[in-house]
Nanobody, 125 residues
Framework: QVKLVESGGGSVQPGGSLRLSCDTS????????IGWFRRAPGKEREGVAC????????YYADSAKGRFTISRDNAKSMVHLQMNGLKPEDTGVYYC??????????????????WGQGTQVTVSS
């Protein structure tokens, strides 16, 4: 059974850092692309970053470039999102999911559509 479980969310002040983790099971991580989405209050879901080890593609949304870093630990079947320089507009629920990932685009994979339950990130002074 495929399962994704996020952790690492919390409350930080602007400029702070958080490291989100996505613990995966039920499939071989290196064969799939994993991405992070977020949903801010009152806004549509936004793709933040993704990593496709099959072809080495990495994607960052413009809002994440230079501040967020996505990485994978295949031995532990985990994907991490290091978030630095956090801003209030980064507040939201962050989800990891199986995705379609290219260097220029992150899309939901409707054929292999697995999501975690989400972890809350709050950036506030």
């Amino acid at each position: 059974q495929v399962k994704l479980v996020e952790s690492g969310g919390g409350s930080v002040q602007p400029g702070g850092s958080l490291r989100l983790s996505c613990d995966t099971s039920g499939f071989t991580l290196r064969y799939l692309a994993i991405g992070w989405f977020r949903r801010a209050p009152g806004k549509e879901r936004e793709g933040v970053a993704c990593f496709n080890e099959v072809d080495g593609s990495i994607y960052y949304a413009d809002s994440a470039k230079g501040r967020f870093t996505i990485s994978r630990d295949n031995a532990k079947s985990m994907v991490h999102l290091q978030m630095n320089g956090l801003k209030p507009e980064d507040t939201g629920v962050y989800y990891c999911a199986t995705v379609l990932c290219t260097p220029t685009r992150l899309r939901r994979d409707y054929e292999l559509d697995y999501w975690g339950q989400g972890t809350q990130v709050t950036v506030s002074s």
